[in-house]
């Protein structure tokens, strides 16, 4: 090659080179997946996103980060990101390919590879979901203390996500060191994005979160690399997360099978126009090095790519008796208790609660308290009050009303190391989340085969309580239940909301715990220092061997008071709260009501069709039960009006009419 020009020194062509070098690797690598889709059989089956186009900006801010301490979150567009991160080409391609080789086994496919070991937390499907997990990957960097920095990228559609608003919302008052980088190529999937935001920078909207931004050219290398440089320098430094909108271009369609049918002539010329690759050649050759050696990297390149092919070819498919394992990882992380002499004390649900909080704070460093209201007021029902005072801003804190951005920071900061145990305050809020729950938090065991788990607590209080509204009083648990990767708790007594939360904690796993606030003044005896327990498991109230009564949750004292009831009338129900509706041992229950006659009723509060009840119905059966009922609220809303809701809610005549019907 021949001498450079003195414009740059050496070390700044030999980025560039390198960053062609990298470039070309990209473009190399999807191609061949965009032909590997193409071939019949396809050895790629499904959608495949490419940055065709937009390789500057990985290989640019990269080459910016420090692999030891920084992290990557990007998007399902994020082969490029992986390469440039330094992720084996021929595991990124088998996964692409579904092979048992790839990163994540073939359980990722092109959209959701993950590797946090090496610092790339991730691709993300769900368009800016990504941006609140970064917050708590960098929650969990400050803890750290070594200077590390998470960098999110974005494309321009996600500018529109209420989970990319509440993401930066919540780094700005955190002052969190996220890069927030935004590839905006002009289009949010198939629609101009032009032609939906009628400012011609996104990154204007920085100005109105408090938040330094800027708009730079992404099809240049060193812009992105030195900006990238600046941002982490500043959140080095403590002050705070940056937006930075690269503008770029989409050379290919929005997948591999778009026809770009809505596209026009002009728009494509104008993207091949400003192709970086053909952009940075002419720049190298100007600089003087020649075409023949710049062809030769590009060759060198699509060896590599073909190499990395044939590698993933060769692996097998993933077997398939493994396609359900890994949805959890097990063990527990139980903490040892001091056996004192004091035994039980008779303390509220809400005070049990606060107890068990304390103790995860000062007995597990990794522990992390927050949500809205739980810091300075201690929580809308006082549930973390005092623990601000104790423990500091830093480990107890309160949050912006941004459930989103609670729960997926919750899901960021336990992959990388924290134990999270966040408040939502009103299950009906949850729902305005449910992605970081369903799509993130679920998914991290799965996906990674076990490898790393996302261990975070979520506390909600759901149900009716008089003059609540219809958006205050629903019961959800059969919905969380109904995810794989959750587990699901719902305490009904003082001790089991200490033991219970205690247990989530302890738990590798996400675990979603529904408290009631009609329960938090309640009085009952709690032993706090009985040893640990693990998640799971029923609990024998009462015995009996008429029937078999299952329940949990709000409507377990009403089972209660039926069944004395009914044992006035000389009937012996046996009561049992489930307690854990995931994980629950099935042939447990079974078992009780095969002792019982084969008969059972299970009572709930929730509305009866699609209740969890049904689900315990059908088990039952499964396993030789004669005669099923169940009892639950009535299809409808839930009204506020405390007579209205007696007409709605099971009452204990009904259970207790339910009762007599079971053994007649």
């Known amino acids: 090659m021949s001498q450079v020009l003195s414009t740059f020194d050496d070390t700044e062509t030999g980025f560039l080179l390198d960053a062609y070098r990298q470039m070309a690797l990209i473009r190399n690598f999807e191609q061949e997946v965009w032909d590997q889709s193409a071939t019949q059989p396809p050895n790629v089956i499904g959608s495949v996103h490419f940055c065709a186009g937009q390789e500057a900006i990985p290989v640019g801010a990269c080459a910016a980060l420090d692999q030891v301490r920084d992290k990557i979150i990007c998007t399902y567009r994020g082969h490029g990101w992986a390469l440039a991160w330094g992720l084996d080409p021929g595991a990124v391609f088998a996964e692409i390919c579904h092979r048992e080789s790839g990163i994540n086994g073939g359980r990722a496919g092109s959209a959701l590879i993950m590797d946090p070991g090496s610092g790339f937390i991730g691709e993300n499907s769900i368009v800016g979901a990504g941006a609140p997990v970064a917050c708590g990957t960098a929650m969990a960097l400050e803890r750290d203390g070594k200077g590390g920095v998470v960098l999110i990228s974005i494309g321009d559609g996600a500018m529109n996500q209420g989970a990319t608003h509440e993401a930066i919302v919540f780094a700005v008052a955190r002052s969190l060191p996220v890069i927030f980088v935004c590839e905006n190529n002009g289009w949010s999937e198939m629609t101009a994005t032009e032609a939906i935001v009628p400012i011609d920078r996104l990154s204007k909207r920085g100005s109105g979160y408090g938040l330094p931004s800027a708009t730079v050219d992404g099809n240049d290398p060193i812009a992105v690399r030195d900006t990238i440089i600046q941002a982490t320098e500043r959140a080095r430094k403590g002050k705070g997360p940056s937006l930075i909108e690269f503008k770029t271009t989409r050379l290919w369609g929005h997948y591999n099978r778009d026809i770009e049918h809505y596209r026009s002539k002009e728009d494509r010329e104008r993207a091949a126009a400003a192709d970086p690759l053909p952009r940075l050649r002419d720049r190298l050759i100007g600089f003087g090095y020649t075409a023949e050696a710049l062809d030769e990297l590009n060759r060198d390149a699509l060896k590599q790519v073909q190499a990395a092919r044939d590698v993933a ?36 649900y809400q005070q049990a609660v606060n107890e068990a909080l304390r103790r995860e704070l000062a007995e597990r460093p990794s522990t992390v308290v927050f949500g809205e209201d739980v810091g300075k007021a201690g929580g809308i029902f006082g549930c973390s009050r005092n623990l601000q005072s104790e423990f500091g801003e830093a480990r107890v804190f309160d949050t912006p009303i941004a459930e989103a951005a609670i729960l997926g920071s919750a899901v960021g900061a336990s992959i990388n190391g924290l134990r999270p145990i966040v408040e939502i305050m009103w299950a009906d809020f949850s729902l305005v989340a449910l992605d970081q729950l369903f799509n993130q938090a679920a998914n991290v065991a799965y996906v990674t085969r076990g490898n790393y788990s996302a261990p975070m607590v979520v506390r909600m209080q759901q149900g009716a309580t008089p003059g609540s509204c219809a958006q205050h009083s629903q019961s959800l648990e059969a919905l969380m239940a109904h995810i794989p990767g959750l587990k699901i708790g719902l305490p009904s007594t003082p001790k089991d909301a200490y033991s219970m939360l205690r247990a989530a904690a302890a738990d590798p796993n996400p675990v979603i715990i529904f408290e009631s606030r009609a329960f938090y003044q309640t009085k009952g005896p709690v032993d706090f220092d009985l040893p640990g327990e693990e998640v799971g498991g029923s609990q024998l109230v009462r015995p009996g061997m008429a029937a078999t009564l299952f329940t949990y949750g709000t409507a377990r004292p009403r089972c209660e008071e039926a069944a004395e009831v009914l044992a006035d009338e000389g009937i012996d129900l046996r009561l049992v709260d489930l307690r854990w509706l995931n994980p629950i041992d099935w042939d447990v229950l079974g078992a009780h009501v095969n002792e019982t006659d084969g008969r059972a009723m299970i009572v709930h509060e929730a509305n009866l069709t699609g209740g969890f009840g049904a689900e315990v119905a059908a088990r039952l059966w499964e396993r030789g039960a004669k005669k099923v009922q169940r009892v639950g609220a009535k299809d409808t809303r839930i009204p506020a009006a405390p007579n209205l809701q007696d007409a709605v809610l099971p009452s204990v005549s009904e259970i207790v009419s339910h009762g007599r019907n079971l053994l007649s």
């Open 313 to 348: 070819l060769d692996s097998g498919r993933p077997a398939a008796e493994s396609a359900r394992r890994h949805n959890y990882v097990d063990g527990c992380d139980i903490l040892p208790t001091k056996a004192g002499p004091n035994g039980p004390r008779e303390v509220t």
